[in-house]
DNA sequence: ACAAGAATGTCGCATATTTGACATTCTTGT
DNA sequence: ACAAGAATGTCAAATATGCGACATTCTTGT
């Protein structure tokens, strides 16, 4: 199946959830920095499947990652772009719980991992590791709740927006997104005629310009403004 | 609107996630116990409503809460139900960012309730509350991602077992479920008439019991299994 | 510059779901 | 025991979505 690889979106490192490097200072990086091994991935290439029970926590230091969930037809349900600083894998340090996700790389990409027993030894050490993680997942919660909502709630026209908006970075104003709409179709849940009609829309409403595998928001703020005008309609 | 309190479900005290009290001692609990100031509520008493920026950190003694959205037109969209030791609102304690959902109570309910300065000094004082926090956190948002990836991927049938599951408390193998189909329907993101049809055809499988206001898994093991034997077919 | 592949745009038809209505069953308060 | 309200069960018509097919546009490698 060709999407299994590289549903790229290269240069959009940061993405909405802060960062977990953010929280740490440079002592503190240093420190995870000696504990890990690196890891180089070629743009698509599996770092992690669903099901996995090798523990241990990964963070990115240059490239990217995409997670998601594969379905057995090859069709990919993104649920987010990781980039610089951030991590995955954390709950197999925490849980006992196997992974949930699919991970790959996007485009040439460094990984820091270290191993559950490594790194709860540092947590113990020093809890600021765990106050920076805990931000961090509390965060996510919050995003994937909001994805939730939107799923269940929203119509297919604003639901496509406010994954749009959840998709791209906070910090910019008019975001370009990289990859196919069958990717985001999959994502939502629906086909990806649907999805082309509901980007036609928001098109025409001069809230975005769809390309070829990729998709620019003209406005995040005029976007969100205008989701937020529409979200008293309710499905 | 009628079903504004208590689609209630009062008899599940525990709900999958591990309870944030359960991974403190006696002594931990004492010293929060302490810190923070009761307070009762009634069924179905909102307890905070989304949007609220009142910081702080709600913990369950008696009783239980509801987890959800409330629509603009009084359908609820339920997230979770939290029972005896679990916590919410803790991440208008980390974050800048307003509560997400509505919180009301199920039955008779004493929440204890610490504010957000009271309880980071705690934190900062005893890092072991900050590790239970965050394995609760990392435990829900797993929870979070099931849900995510049923509602995106699975057809009705499936999506309502997997719901059914992660709805009903892990250790019963009969659970007996309280609440209305139009709030399970909601929840689901589909119409009364379609849950109506999907929890049928269930029945007729042999694998759940719909009853008024409530609804029996026959088997929690049983209708895994039989989900399982299905997750191949996609939607 | 060209061909081959990949992704988008757009059909019509089949299917699933919503909507609104109504009858039925269950529960609760008096 | 009864009436009133609440929730479920079910229907037909309207709508939305999925599916498969195909033409078109864009990209990439040679």
Not at 28 to 36: H, P, T
Not at 46 to 60: M, N, Q, Y
Not at 144 to 166: G, I, S, V, W
């Amino acid at each position: 199946m060709s999407n299994m690889r590289h549903s790229c979106m290269s240069d959009l490192p940061g993405f909405r959830v802060t960062p977990f490097l953010s929280a740490l200072s440079a002592d503190m990086i240093a420190r995870l920095s000696d504990a890990g091994f690196r890891r180089k991935f070629r743009d698509g290439q599996l770092v992690h499947s669903r099901g996995d029970t090798l523990r241990g926590i990964s963070i990115i230091e240059t490239g990217g990652a995409q997670v998601g969930i594969y379905g057995p037809d090859g069709t990919f349900i993104l649920t987010s772009y990781l980039g610089h600083g951030h991590t995955f894998g954390e709950f197999t340090v925490f849980t006992e719980l196997p992974r949930t996700h699919d991970v790959s790389a996007v485009g040439e990409t460094t990984l820091l991992q270290i191993s559950a027993s490594r790194f709860l030894a540092i947590c113990d050490e020093e809890p600021a590791y765990q106050r920076a993680l805990l931000v961090t997942s509390l965060v996510r919660a919050h995003r994937l709740l909001e994805m939730l909502d939107a799923l269940q709630r929203l119509p297919l026209l604003e639901r496509t927006a406010k994954f749009l908006l959840l998709l791209s970075p906070e910090n910019t104003t008019s975001p370009l997104l990289r990859f196919r709409q069958s990717d985001l179709a999959s994502s939502l849940g629906v086909s990806r005629a649907s999805l082309n009609r509901a980007l036609g829309e928001l098109s025409t409403l001069k809230l975005i310009e769809p390309g070829y595998s990729q998709l620019q928001i003209i406005d995040r703020e005029t976007l969100q403004s205008w989701l937020l005008s529409r979200s008293s309609k309710p499905r």
